[in-house]
């Protein structure tokens, strides 16, 4: 993908809309946005739960990648009249028991090479993680309505914060897109990419052909899919992401993150609580058919979430489920992202392990860098396609 004059992006999420500004911004290609929806940025975009920041757990591969993100957001953000905010707040993972805070403490260690001594130990990577024991984190932070008697263990990462609305975050990006000469067209699905001789030669959609010299998969949980139809193996594999949003009057805290069950919180500025669950990494995960996952969280769910949340905050007993939705996250089998070529020429892929909002803005880099052949300022080794084998 050196010289290529026409580059066609599938997917118009914060994935396909971080490609295209980068692509117009940065190099001479035409670019073109193909998006199956009536809008951009209205699938796992739009469900995410938006967290960006060093959380402490990020690979040597992770680590200029989420540089270059936080310093483009921290930019975009920062023009006049954004109608995206982004929301400092900090992350504090929670274990609950001796088992729980074993597991949080050898993280720690792992994440940074030392042993922890003592009840508390503080490290940085990127910005600064704090390990405190259970009965170190009453004294360490102010945190109302938490119950820190049942804490055992806890990381806090006070440089995690959220982007309040990712799909206004990546329509803000397709805009800087257009502004910079990218064309979107929406309404339009990829059925195939089409190939000649082990080249890209263009795509066949459902509004007819199109012509590309190279092509960028940024269909999200649909990638597997759409390589497929090039030949192109995608080992990547799904969980699925349910969100309840709880209408409550509780203070505001940091966002919770519980060990032992993977239920997480996030505290909106409205007063609403977003409360998630993720389920764990590529060994707990199958291979979903996005299309077949409705926005319903199921009960059993729904009951276990509300029941761990009421055990850590009991002010939150009996608040109202205001809204809720299922998203589809995309999980790698070692954990960091997929980006750039795959083993067809001209064609990429950007795939991401569960954290796409904070790598989007490298993925865009790394595309635009390749088409137009300089060096993106980041290593890319680490998270290129081939090495999956
Ligand atoms: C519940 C949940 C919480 C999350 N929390 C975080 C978090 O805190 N921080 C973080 O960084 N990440 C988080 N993520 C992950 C993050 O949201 C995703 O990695 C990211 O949104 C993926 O963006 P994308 O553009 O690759 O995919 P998508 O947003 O899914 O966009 C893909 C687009 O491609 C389109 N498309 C698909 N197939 C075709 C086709 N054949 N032709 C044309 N168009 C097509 C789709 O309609 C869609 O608009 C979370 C995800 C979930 C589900």
Wanted: hydrophobic content about 40%; glycine content about 12%; some cysteine.
């Amino acid at each position: 993908m050196t010289d290529a004059d026409r580059v066609v992006v599938v997917g118009a999420g914060i994935a396909g809309a971080s490609a295209a500004d980068h692509l117009a911004r940065e190099t001479d290609a035409e670019v073109l946005v193909l998006e199956r929806g009536a809008a951009p940025a209205a699938e796992t975009t739009a469900r995410s739960g938006a967290f960006v920041g060093f959380w402490g757990h990020e690979s040597p591969a992770c680590v200029p990648l989420l540089r270059y993100g936080i310093r483009y957001y921290g930019r975009l953000l920062s023009t006049a009249g954004s109608r995206v905010r982004f929301v400092h707040g900090g992350r504090l993972r929670l274990a609950t028991t001796p088992a729980g805070d074993a597991d949080v403490r050898a993280d720690f260690e792992s994440a940074f090479g030392r042993t922890v001594a003592g009840s508390t130990a503080t490290a940085t990577k990127g910005a600064p993680v704090q390990y405190l024991s259970g009965d170190t984190l009453d004294e360490t932070l102010v945190l109302p309505g938490l119950a820190t008697d049942e804490v055992t263990g806890a990381l806090y990462s006070p440089g995690v914060g959220y982007v309040d609305d990712p799909a206004a975050l990546a329509r803000t990006v397709l805009d800087r897109a257009r502004a910079g000469g990218a064309t979107v067209e929406t309404d339009t699905t990829v059925t195939d990419v089409l190939t000649d001789g082990g080249r890209v030669t263009g795509v066949r959609t459902t509004e007819g052909r199109r012509r590309a010299d190279a092509v960028v998969a940024a269909a999200g949980p649909w990638n597997r899919r759409l390589l497929d139809t090039a030949g192109v193996t995608l080992p990547v594999r799904n969980t699925r992401g349910p969100m309840l949003v709880l209408d409550t009057d509780e203070h505001g805290l940091p966002a919770l993150y519980h060990e032992e069950s993977g239920v997480y919180t996030r505290q909106n500025q409205d007063g609403s609580l977003f409360v998630g669950h993720f389920p764990g990494q590529y060994e707990d995960a199958s291979v979903l058919d996005p299309d077949s996952v409705g926005d319903d969280v199921p009960d059993a769910r729904r009951d276990r979430s509300l029941d761990v949340l009421g055990r850590l905050c009991p002010g939150t007993r009996g608040a109202s489920v205001v809204d809720e939705w299922v998203g589809v996250r995309t999980v790698t089998p070692d954990g960091d992202p997929v980006l750039g070529p795959t083993d067809v020429d001209g064609l990429s892929v950007l795939a991401f392990n569960a954290n796409g909002i904070q790598y989007a803005p490298a993925a865009g880099r790394l595309v635009a860098a390749d088409v137009g052949g300089f060096d993106p300022g980041f290593p890319t080794a680490g998270v290129a396609f081939d090495r999956l084998g």
